[in-house]
């Protein structure tokens, strides 16, 4: 159309065309030249103005890439950065809460740090339950009560009494039986030693939630050498209700001074991964007593704590999502390992290679 419309009615088509009347009309050949040159102009014209609109298209895409709602309005943009904090003067320790510092390690006792033995706990309430004259527990109250106070277990779920003072002389009992069961020896888990310097030496702290009475806890610390790595302790005694209600790993996350979403949680329970989830925090799932299909509810299983590194904990923690940037990646050489990694992808499409 752009092309007839420089030249009106003339016509341009050839030398000459027979009209319907049998009229034979001249044409002027030079122009069948110009009409190629007028064709090139406009579809270079007409390629240019698409190569435009997907420019802008391209441009548009990329910037909601990372926020679809992405609103440039003055003052809403670039969003409150949760990591940054203006107030403090010293810009290495506002660089350090950007990075590493910007993430809280909770880590429950048994099980996850140190050897657990269920039955231990198992046998206290059984032992407990003989003193006081009560019938025992059947074992699916025993799995109930796994992870709760004494206190809560015994006016909630046992039900063996309601009076405080009664409630505080029968837990201190049962603890006093487990100690004593327990003979006050203690070991780390294969790989928790080295997980925990790890996250020493990058500054990340971390905290220990128990329900054990703070006592017995400080002397496990101490029989294994790990004073002072915790910058907090909760205890049963810092808190009201134990797992699965969420407040142990808030009240944790509220001292290590931590939004909940940039804490993880390393339990070995699905009362752990709930508790954790409820406090909107991630969730790490140590497969100690549990099998590993158990704790699918989990935002990440492990069988040690070993098999994890401090990108892992970032990606997991999504800490780089904030700035609009890519997870990292972490180059490792493989290694053979007496204990396989839980992380195991399968292929839906393809059943020749399982099992």
């Not at 940054?84 to 996850?112: H, K, T």
């Not at 290590?256 to 979403?261: A, N, Q, R, V």
């Not at 804490?263 to 406090?279: R, T």
Request: proline share 6%.
């Amino acid at each position: 159309m752009a092309a007839t419309s420089l030249f009106g009615p003339t016509p341009i088509l050839c030398h000459y065309r027979k009209q319907s009347s049998s009229k034979r009309v001249a044409m002027n050949p030079n122009r069948f030249s110009k009409l190629h040159a007028i064709k090139a102009q406009a579809t270079e014209l007409t390629r240019e103005i698409y190569n435009f609109k997907e420019e802008d298209r391209f441009r548009k895409s990329s910037d909601n890439q990372f926020n679809p709602n992405l609103d440039r309005k003055p003052g809403s943009w670039p969003p409150n950065n949760k990591a940054d904090n203006p107030l403090l003067q010293n810009p290495l320790l506002r660089q350090q809460q950007m990075g590493c510092g910007w993430l809280g390690a909770i880590f429950e006792w048994e099980g996850v740090l140190i050897e657990d033995n269920p039955d231990l706990e198992k046998q206290s309430w059984l032992a407990l339950s003989q003193e006081e004259g009560k019938s025992p527990p059947p074992t699916f109250i025993l799995k109930r009560i796994e992870g709760m106070k004494n206190e809560q277990a015994i006016s909630e779920v046992l039900c063996w009494s309601r009076d405080p003072s009664q409630l505080k002389r029968m837990s201190s009992r049962k603890e006093q039986i487990h100690q004593s069961l327990q003979g006050g020896i203690y070991r780390f888990r294969a790989g928790s030693r080295e997980f925990v310097n790890i996250l020493t030496r990058y500054n990340i702290p971390m905290a220990l939630v128990s329900t054990r009475p703070r006592k017995n806890l400080e002397e496990a610390i101490g029989a294994i050498g790990i004073n002072g790595v915790f910058s907090v302790v909760v205890t049963s005694e810092d808190v009201y209700r134990g797992k699965p209600d969420p407040e142990m790993f808030m009240y944790a996350a509220q001292l290590l001074k931590f939004i909940p979403e940039r804490c993880i949680v390393f339990g070995n329970s699905n009362l752990s991964i709930e508790a954790a989830h409820d406090a909107k925090m991630k969730c790490v799932a140590v497969a100690s007593k549990h099998p590993v299909y158990e704790l699918s509810a989990a935002d990440l299983v492990v069988r040690w704590l070993d098999e994890l590194s401090v990108v892992d904990l970032k990606n997991l923690a999504d800490i780089e999502t904030e700035f609009g940037g890519e997870p990292e990646v972490e180059m490792e050489l493989e290694k053979d390992d007496a204990y396989p990694s839980s992380r195991v992808a399968v292929d839906d499409d393809d059943d020749d290679g399982l099992w």
